[in-house]
């Protein structure tokens, strides 16, 4: 952390109530965050929320709970080119959350249910 910013931030620690020595403090908030930052469980939340940050990608969940389906039929639905479709299910994939196989001429994929599960569980391990 660049010291100015450190500096700004102990001056409004300093105006806390209820903290008595603000540098100690800081680095205690410091270590949390760190620490937060390196546990395996909260980066596999991290990519799960990233992958799902977008709403053709909600969609294409919602949609793959319902059924498996074909890139094609995920192209109708969005409105999307085969190109835009594969980039968001490719994201989706690398995540986990779903998973594609070929079946005939055509690629299928549907929702890793596992996953998702466990993805629930960090929510509301982390959020709640």
Known sequence: ?????KKKILEKLVKCEDIED????????RTN???L????????LFKFLSALA???RLIIMNILKEKD?????????LDES?????HH????ETAGLIRGWKKGKFTHYNTVEEKLKECKDLLTQYLT
């Open 1 to 5: 952390m660049k010291p100015d910013h």
């Open 22 to 29: 603000p540098e100690k403090h800081f680095n205690l908030l």
């Open 33 to 35: 965050g760190d620490n």
């Open 37 to 44: 930052a390196q546990e395996t469980d909260f980066n596999n």
């Open 54 to 56: 977008n709403k053709k």
């Open 69 to 77: 389906r074909c890139v094609c039929e995920l192209e109708a639905i």
């Open 82 to 86: 085969q190109p835009s479709v594969s």
């Open 89 to 92: 299910l490719k994201i989706l």
